[in-house]
């Protein structure tokens, strides 16, 4: 059976110790001090001395003595968002062999992906040998038995670092002396094994995330841990990956395929879930999917996760499967890295970074047999302060819909539903946002309403999984009646019904970048017309910032905080001007396969264009970026804390003098988002391509004249000429970038001699210095280099999600969530 299926094994179900491997007494001197468990293999445990043996059945002809899913979990993490290892991590899931050879023992990661499906036993063992395998220890045997099983030390081989820490790490290597098994943490079960290992990794050069985390940088020590587990049992019908399907997958190569077929194609991740009765269209199972909640989770962050994961349920219920979904909160003393169980993990960080789910997945065939979750504690701080700018402080912890507290816990609903939904193989759709909230698989945005005049959060998130969530998991799980011909194509069928029925899937690579082209694929968007939803955000976001002052921080909480629950508001448009400027060049392209009624990708009409950059140059007005007079003084105070990361990476930089706010850094902020946007190199080759096709559609010309325009209208105004600056710099940088292509390069050549000349000519007399002095540095490529090259002129961008922001060239993606 399917590990993963195993979850209600006690956590006290390991062996007791035996005198030897059969309950016999111990002869040979290479046991001496040992006791051994009996479960999956035999294990040897000699924790005076550190060492873990085991004992494997005699090996074939090939020297095979067994295969085994492998993988590897941190028992301790790191503690840093950027760096990841965090507790619960995995590494990847191996196939891995056991091999004799000679008095040797090799352990092997055997290569599944190659393989000749259905071929004879030669063309098999073609593709199998055509192709690297990895032997990642080898070591010798301490004793051979008459029936041919045989005993080997594997200690060696548990404090190597086969997680690859050292090289996630950096400039840190693994330090043998300061590493060791830990013999004592030595499990046994019937299906898996458990070991652990102490592994020290040191440098001279640690850098700043290490040394703001680790108690002596230039040492880092985790605990690793190594899961052996039993292949699952036949039985498991593979299901081949749709791009409707929007689900993850395992790729195969497949030599076997028959001519005029594809060779390489994927198949689902998924579950094995197998109805009681499979001729019924509703049955209960033979064994249902639980999933349970840390205890490390706090309450009420437990109960809201339970919750939320709960709403599973209803989904697998729709698709015909009775009570085969459940959430149970972690039985005391269980240990939530045990691969037997499904776990929602809370994991602590010194900042706020990804949550994110994973699988231990049979590589052979795409079966999950464990899912597992890992969700950021700051995540839930981050949403409160966020709230906390656009209603205040008194609310929380008060209850009622404006309360952030509450608000933040209907976040962690959806997060620990969006979360499962990926450990049970479901992969992100983008364009759920713009369909009433069909998918929890989105990013979804608060939706931040305006009552009386006043922000209100009482919708801020849904409640529930959606039409497409119903879907994904009908077509991932519910098998058709015995006896179909060909369930691949009863899933097909199911994947084009959905489309024809209208439901939208953007995936993650088409959704999460600056410069991707889909239009209904974004990041922490809301509602079906991101250009008309950027409007009444800026609209939301002047009301809140009208209001923002004291009341948005505590009783008693230091001033200085003032200028972090500033930012979030500040940027609140952020993501939504990103949705809104996939519009400008987009291009409704469909996942689609040959055969559906639509299978073109049209541009975004043109009217629809033109409201985006409208909308988009509305966040560029000086009276948008202007940060209120009355809050500057306010945003000036000063802590005498210790510094805190979490903070400081949090808040605007300023030109001024720490702790001086800086109105203008703000300012360029918000600007350089919206510019980002507009000008990512390959929204403006869209731009170009589309216009030479269709010359109704914009094209760069349009969008270089308003930006020409909008420079020298505010050119007066001290804002405006911030973000004029702002938006020249960003218009030499994609000049220069690698990404831009001829034409538009040529296009901004001949646009910074028009603006150049324009420059000097009519406003006061301040603004025609300031034009002269930037047309002599926008004269040739070479001075715009020169431009370019003084970066300290370029404020860092305080990150929306948890990890990152904009780089300094304005398009290198952040990696973690608001």
């Known amino acids: 059976m ?15 110790p035996a005198t030897g491997p059969a309950g016999t007494a111990v002869t040979d001197p ?11 293999l035999p294990v040897h445990v000699d924790p005076l001395n550190g060492r873990v043996l085991i004992t494997l059945p005699a090996p074939d002809e090939q020297g095979l003595s067994g295969r085994y899913l492998y993988t590897t979990q941190l028992r301790t993490g790191i503690g840093s968002a950027s760096l990841g290892l965090d507790r619960a991590q995995f590494g990847p899931t191996q196939l891995l062999a056991f091999r004799r050879i000679g008095g040797k023992l090799a352990i092997q990661f055997e290569n599944p992906r190659f393989r000749a499906t259905g071929g004879t036993a030669q063309e098999q063992a073609a593709a199998r040998n055509s192709f690297a395998y990895s032997t990642v220890w080898l070591g010798d045997i301490v004793w051979t038995r008459a029936d041919g099983s045989f005993t080997v030390d594997i200690t060696a081989f548990l404090s190597q670092d086969v997680m690859g820490i050292g090289r996630q790490l950096g400039n840190f290597r693994r330090e043998s002396s300061l590493s060791v098994t830990d013999a004592m943490a030595t499990r046994v079960f019937p299906d898996n094994l458990v070991f652990e290992a102490l592994q020290s990794f040191v440098s001279d050069n640690a850098g700043a995330e290490i040394t703001n985390i680790a108690p002596d940088a230039r040492v880092v020590s985790v605990t690793v841990r190594h899961s052996l587990v039993r292949l699952p049992a036949p039985g498991y019908v593979p299901r081949r990956l749709d791009p409707r399907g929007g689900a993850f997958g395992t790729q195969v190569v497949d030599y076997g395929a028959p001519l005029g077929q594809d060779i390489v194609y994927d198949l689902a991740n998924r579950f094995r879930l197998e109805k009681t009765d499979p001729t019924a269209a509703r049955s209960t199972v033979v064994r249902p999917i639980t999933f349970y909640i840390d205890r490390a989770a706090p309450e009420p962050i437990r109960s809201a996760l339970a919750d939320g994961v709960r709403w599973w349920a209803e989904a697998f219920d729709r698709a015909g499967f009775v009570d085969a979904f459940r959430v149970d909160i972690l039985p005391e003393g269980a240990d939530p890295l045990d691969v037997r169980y499904n776990v929602v993990n809370w994991v602590n960080r010194a900042t706020r970074g990804w949550s994110y789910g994973q699988t231990v997945t049979d590589p052979r065939t795409g079966e999950i047999v464990r899912g597992s979750v890992l969700l950021g504690s700051l995540r839930v701080r981050q949403d409160i302060l966020i709230y ?27 997060l620990g539903a969006h979360e499962v939904g990926h450990a049970l193989g479901i992969a992100h759709n983008f364009a759920a946002s713009t369909q009433d ?9 608060p939706r931040i309403l305006l009552s009386d005049g006043v922000p209100d959060l009482s919708d801020a998130y849904g409640v529930g999984t959606g039409a497409w969530d119903h879907y994904v998991v009908d077509w991932l799980y519910a098998d058709p009646a015995p006896g179909t011909a ?36 974004a990041i922490w968007d809301d509602f079906a017309d991101p250009a008309a939803e950027l409007t009444r955000m800026m609209e939301v976001r002047r009301v809140a910032l009208a209001r923002f002052g004291t009341a948005n921080l505590r009783p008693g909480e230091p001033m200085s905080a003032l200028r972090r ?36 990708a049209p541009p975004v009409p043109a009217g629809d264009q033109q409201a985006a950059l409208d909308a988009l140059f509305a966040t560029l007005d000086p009276a948008a970026l202007t940060v209120p007079s009355a809050l500057v003084p306010l945003m000036s105070g000063q802590s005498i804390n210790t510094p805190d990361r979490q ?33 990512a190199p390959a929204r403006l080759h869209r731009l170009y391509v589309q216009h030479q096709a269709d010359r109704a559609l914009p094209g760069l010309d349009l969008l270089f004249d308003r930006l020409e325009a909008h420079i020298v209208a505010h050119r007066d105004n001290p804002v405006g000429r911030r973000i004029a600056w702002r938006a020249l710099a960003q218009m030499a940088a994609v000049e220069g970038h690698a990404e831009t292509s001829p034409e538009v390069m040529l296009a901004l050549d001949a646009r910074f001699a028009r603006i150049a000349a324009g420059l000097a000519r009519g406003g006061s007399v301040e603004a025609r210095n300031w034009g002269r002095s930037l047309a002599t540095l926008l004269a040739s490529r070479e001075s715009r280099r020169a431009l370019l090259a003084e970066g300290v002129r370029t404020p860092a961008v305080p990150p929306g999600m948890p990890i990152g922001s904009l780089s300094g060239d304005g398009w290198a993606e952040s990696d973690g969530e608001p």
């Open 486 to 521: 060909d369930p691949d194509a009863h899933a097909a069928e199911k994947a084009t019904a959905a489309m024809a029925a209208g439901l939208r899937f953007v995936a993650d690579g088409d959704g999460r970048g600056t410069e991707t082209g889909h239009p209904h694929g």
């Open 2 to 16: 399917a590990l993963a299926l195993c979850a209600s094994l006690p956590a006290s179900a390991q062996s007791g």
């Open 647 to 679: 903070t400081d990476i949090e808040v605007f930089a300023s030109a001024a003098g720490h702790p001086v706010f800086d109105p203008l850094v703000a300012t360029d902020s918000a600007a350089r988002l919206t510019l980002a946007n507009l000008l």
């Open 388 to 414: 906390e700018s656009l209603v205040g402080t008194a609310a929380t912890g008060q209850g009622g819909p404006n309360d952030p507290a509450q608000v933040a816990l209907a976040r962690i609903r959806q």
């Open 30 to 40: 290479a046991l001496a001090g040992t006791t051994t468990r009996q479960g999956l």
């Open 437 to 445: 909230r069909a998918s929890v698989m989105d990013y979804p945005a």
């Open 565 to 600: 629950r500033f930012v979030p508001l500040w940027l609140l448009h952020r993501y939504q001007t990103e949705a809104a400027a996939k519009l400008l060049g987009g291009v409704q392209f469909p996942y689609a396969v040959n055969g559906e009624a639509i299978v073109n």
